[in-house]
T-cell receptor
Framework: DTGVSQNPRHKITKRGQNVTFRCDPI?????LYWYRQTLGQGPEFLTY????????KSRLLSDRFSAERPKGSFSTLEIQRTEQGDSAMYLC????????????FGPGTRLTVL | GQQVMQIPQYQHVQEGEDFTTYCNSS?????IQWYKQRPGGHPVFLIQ?????EVKKQKRLTFQFGEAKKNSSLHITATQTTDVGTYFC??????????????FGQGTILTVHP
């Protein structure tokens, strides 16, 4: 399968702990996006990369969140000092770097903060 | 900031009935994309419209982009049980400066009774 993959698929952690998620995009896709989705809502944009450059970050994103894409391939999203409000599905998507292009989503990582 | 709203939030139909969901943006859009998310799944791209007044069809699905590029609709003719899921519209703010930030509506949940 050459789709977008995310690991882990589920993560349960205690409040105050740090967590890190990984996303492997479709290999030829230059752009990579992170979203957060809570029940009954649409995906909420967090940040995106073109190759290794982080080009935009949501103003709503706490400084406890950081994302990297060091070699322009896979990406990691880290949440420090997790809070119960961070519980959500974290989705990664990728696309070609052609104007506004369709995004291919991964299966997501479901985070539960106890 | 840009907001994208969808109505209705829920729609229950009998198989064979038609279904329409409406999408409105608080700002002018560069494009509108539609995604479908099956229960327990991730968003899957359906279509993109970029021109004012554009209409596109995919079998039983008809997508429209408003003349002012601030609204859109998705119409499904003669629904089938396979149409079950949440339908999201999403768009890029025409006044934005990046190709990255895609703003999603909250979605319309469609259930189809056989």
């Amino acid at each position: 399968d050459t789709g977008v993959s995310q690991n882990p698929r589920h993560k349960i952690t205690k409040r105050g702990q740090n967590v890190t998620f990984r996303c492997d995009p479709i290999s030829e896709h230059n752009r990579l996006y992170w979203y957060r989705q809570t029940l009954g809502q649409g995906p909420e944009f967090l940040t995106y990369f073109q190759n290794e450059a982080q080009l935009e970050k949501s103003r709503l994103l706490s400084d406890r969140f950081s994302a990297e894409r060091p070699k322009g391939s896979f990406s990691t999203l880290e949440i420090q000092r997790t809070e119960q409000g961070d519980s959500a599905m974290y989705l990664c998507a990728s696309s070609l770097a052609i104007s506004y292009n369709e995004q291919f989503f991964g299966p997501g990582t479901r985070l539960t903060v106890l | 900031g840009q907001q994208v709203m969808q109505i209705p939030q829920y729609q229950h139909v009998q198989e064979g009935e038609d279904f329409t969901t409406y999408c409105n943006s608080s700002t002018t859009l560069s494009n509108i994309q539609w995604y479908k998310q099956r229960p327990g799944g991730h968003p899957v791209f359906l279509i993109q419209l970029v021109k004012s007044g554009e209409v596109k069809k995919q079998k039983r699905l008809t997508f429209q982009f408003g003349e002012a590029k601030k609204n859109s609709s998705l119409h499904i003719t003669a629904t089938q049980t396979t149409d079950v899921g949440t339908y999201f519209c999403a768009g890029h703010d025409a006044g934005g400066t990046s190709y990255g930030k895609l703003t999603f509506g909250q979605g319309t949940i469609l259930t189809v009774h056989p």
